[in-house]
């Protein structure tokens, strides 16, 4: 089946405790995407990947890192979070990076809630 | 940069009726794609529709329709004979054709719907 997955599903932790939230995608998506979903914000995106090693911020970078080393992967790690980050995340992944032909649509995990105390 | 604008922040329909969720848009492009997102209480974000901005249909799946207005600006998604499994919070999104390989979308605040029995 077809599909992106993120683990944890919820995870709660401490202010400075360095945490990753896992992503892998079976479709062999190039692209691959960051995003964190907040009350009355909506989804706004973190980070991004348009293939292995290449990897650049997004809207609310700050606080975050990520690594493309394989195609299927897209780690997300915080290295010293705090309360701040308290959100649902979300990994996403496409076929395709952009561009006026490229209707394909994010295809997302399930969502990782994060809360940091 | 583009902003998705969800006024309304919860509706409420009776089941085998017909809702219609508003999304307007801001943005100096005439090129871009329009999503809309269901998200249930499962916390997935389930692609329910997407409309290409240089087609002058509107796109339809199923129960689902929309009615784009270019020059409006305008993106509102119609639910035809609502069931109990239609309640979820619905989430506008666009994205830009000129981001590079970016597949980034832009979205709305969300709007819970709920489903009277």
């Keep these: ?117 | 940069a583009q902003t998705v604008t969800q006024s309304q922040p919860e509706m409420s329909v009776q089941e085998a009726e017909t809702v219609t969720l508003s999304c307007t848009y801001d943005t100096s492009e005439s090129d871009y794609y329009l999503f809309w997102y269901k998200q249930p209480p499962s916390r997935q974000m389930i692609l329910v529709i997407r409309q290409e901005a240089y087609k002058q249909q509107n796109a339809t799946e199923n129960r689902f329709s929309v009615n784009f207005q270019k020059a409006a600006k305008s993106f509102s998604l119609k639910i035809s004979d609502s069931q109990l499994g239609d309640a979820a919070m619905y989430f506008c999104a666009y994205r830009s054709v000129f981001n590079g390989a970016n597949s980034k979308l832009t979205f709305g605040k969300g709007i819970t719907l709920s489903v009277r029995p």
């Design chain 1, 1 to 117: 089946e077809a599909q992106v997955t993120q683990n944890p599903r919820y995870l709660i932790t401490v202010t400075g405790k360095k945490l990753t939230v896992t992503c892998s995608q079976n479709m062999n998506h190039e692209y691959m995407s960051w995003y964190r979903q907040d009350p009355g914000l909506g989804l706004r995106q973190i980070y991004y990947s348009m293939n292995v090693e290449v990897t650049d911020k997004g809207d609310v970078p700050e606080g975050y890192k990520v690594s493309r080393k394989e195609k299927r992967n897209f780690p997300l790690i915080l290295e010293s979070p705090s309360p701040n980050q308290t959100s649902l995340y979300f990994c996403a992944s496409t076929r395709l990076g952009g561009g006026l032909l490229d209707n394909s649509p994010l295809h997302f995990g399930n969502g990782t809630r994060l809360t940091v105390t």
